[in-house]
């Protein structure tokens, strides 16, 4: 499709887009009085309108039924969880045994590792990415630090080539043959939250099984973003946030994929609690932990209902617009960001680079613009006139065309504001 940089045909491909009434179930800030345009989807998402009326029906209850609410509630408490792994399951390519929702991001990542990270005095090696989000370093080197092991042998990361700003899926795989038989885990994001690169998670994870690892993938950026199919792609386990592109609201829960290959493993050690106990035994309080079987049986504390609340009602609103529709747009609308950047390029003499992948597979719904020249001082004046995008030092802006509530028009619109703000 050959795009224009014009408000009327921004407005005509709003007007094509079959996605467009959710923009309207969204609840969106404003600035100088004006509805903001919102790249940072991929940090906290928008809050649905209909997120209101889930955290209602607990609160009321609560109210008139106080503990009897965990079994009588309108949807009852107990189980709640359980209410998440159909919807999940189609969102992430997995069977609904394998899905579960609790905690939060890091921790279920520490809680994963207990279970598949087991190093030996032969294979104790962890493969991740350079530059990994933070929280995932300090994971992996207290996880490496609590076997009482050298961080500094025991993690091996992958790096980007000289000048380069992505990693090749090459140097991934030729690291894992080099690891060989000392590998024990690869824990890889599986969109970067830096660049938005997507890793060709399927063919990482069969050559991870290839030389006898365990793989598993932080999904932060790829929840409710990209195509996943978790169980076929064979993958062990992976945790995802749902605060981003599932607008579940700021640190909210987190979901959590065990393949069933190990739903039945006893000699997987896993930390334990009463959530994940035998669900028709659970209140007989047995003294022997006996683990539901399924994703669920990682469970461990009884959960907080009123965080599960507005991720439950933003999973039922992918579930009612579905992934290939979701990512139709996607595409659509980050080709039209990408041409908008290159068009403004033109105009203010190139000032700034887009460091994602121009490669459509290797990229979802995250541009990220390295900007030449130009300092904090651009990325005030974008906030500052109603586009909400972030900064990541040294100097790049990330942006999130998120198709569920961004529109073509807010594309246009924001190369303008960036145009002026660039050439004043
Ligand atoms: C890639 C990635 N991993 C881990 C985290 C940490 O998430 P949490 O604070 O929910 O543990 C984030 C948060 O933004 C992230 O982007």
Redesign the pocket.
Known sequence: MTFQNTREFAQQLDAQDQMRKYRDEFIFPKVNDKQVIYFVGN?LGLQPKRTQSYVDEVMNDWANLAVEGHFYAEKPWWDYHERFANPLSKIVGAKPSEITVMN????N?HLMMVSFYRPTAKRYKILCEAK??P??QYMIQSQVNFHGLNPKDAIVEIERREGEHNIRLEDVLAKIEEIGDELALVLI?GVN?YTGQVFDMKTITAAGHKVGAYVGW?L??AAGNIKLELHDWDVDFAAW?S??YMNSGP?NA?GTFVHEKHHTNKDLPRFAGWWGHNKERRFKMEPTFDPVEGANGWQISNLPILTLAPYLASVEMFAEVGMDALIAKRDKITSYLEFILNEISKEVKGTFEIITPTNPIERASQLSVFLHGEGRSLFDYLMKNGVITDWREPNVIRLAPVPMYCSFEDMYEFGQVLKKGIVG
């Not at 939060?104 to 921790?107: E, P, Q």
Request: proline share 0%.
């Open positions: 940090s939060t991001l890091t921790v990542l990994a989000f929280s995932d994001g939250y932080d932060a950026h946030c605060y981003k640190g987190s």
